[in-house]
């Protein structure tokens, strides 16, 4: 079966500081592979989206990057964090010839 | 665009209650529909899906009917429990689109004992 996860858990950073969240999935191949940001009480916001290894498209313009080293690896990544960071990031998957994307844990990120 | 328009939250009910959530879309030609669930803390979970017109998914007693007539995709339930408290998120996906799901802005429910 497939299995996506997400580390770490939960982050605390402080402005101007780096970041690097990392999702991997398990048990498929070629998956299109999906970052989401959810602010507190808000729905959803995609944010990258990548049918394959180094394809990366970015749906709103940040300070934020992906990327896609591997297939089945997904970073998210910023050099200087912003206040407005702040949220929780949900990695997804979809697999070939499905319509549903399946949502890793998440990574709850706190910028101070 | 598209777009989906979930009812407004916060909603509590009492246990045994019946539900009923709420969820129009506007998209062209015949997206796929979900609804999603977030528990406390957690990721998304896939509840349950319909593909085309007429399609009814069902899941843990959960129902939603694809309406493209009314464009909804409303989510019901018989008979909620404390443990359904939850966030609930309407999302489309449209034909063809190797993107992204277009979510509603999530309808929280409160089941109290």
């Known amino acids: 079966s497939q299995t996506i996860h997400q580390w770490p858990a939960t982050l605390v950073q402080p402005v101007g500081s780096p970041l690097s969240l990392e999702c991997t999935v398990e048990?498929?191949?070629?998956?299109?592979l999906y970052w989401y940001r959810q602010a507190a009480g808000r729905g959803l916001q995609l944010l990258f989206y990548?049918?394959?290894?180094?394809?990366i498209s970015s749906e709103v313009p940040q300070n934020l990057s992906a990327s896609r080293p591997q297939d089945r690896q997904f970073i998210l990544s910023s050099k200087k964090l912003l206040l407005s960071d702040s949220g929780f990031y949900l990695c997804?998957?979809?697999?070939?010839?499905?319509?549903?994307?399946?949502f890793g844990p998440g990574t709850r990120l706190t910028v101070t | 665009g598209d777009s989906v328009t979930q009812m407004e939250g916060p909603v509590t009910l009492s246990e045994e209650a019946f539900l009923t959530i709420n969820c129009t879309y506007t998209?062209?030609?015949?997206?796929?529909l979900f609804w999603y669930v977030q528990y406390p803390g957690e990721g998304l979970q896939l509840l349950l899906k319909?593909?085309?017109?007429?399609d009814k998914g069902s899941n843990k007693g959960f129902e939603a009917t694809y309406r493209k007539e009314t464009t909804s995709f409303h989510l019901e339930k018989g008979s909620v429990q404390v443990s359904d408290s939850a966030v609930y998120f309407c999302?489309?996906?449209?034909?063809?689109?190797?993107?992204?799901?277009?979510f509603g802005s999530g309808t929280q429910l409160t089941v109290l004992p």
């Open positions: 997804a998957w979809r697999g070939q010839g499905v319509t549903e994307q399946y």
């Open positions: 048990g498929t191949s070629n998956p299109n």
């Open positions: 990548s049918v394959g290894i180094g394809q």
């Open positions: 998209a062209t030609g015949y997206p796929s």
């Open positions: 319909a593909t085309k017109a007429d």
């Open positions: 999302a489309l996906r449209p034909t063809g689109s190797a993107r992204q799901l277009t």
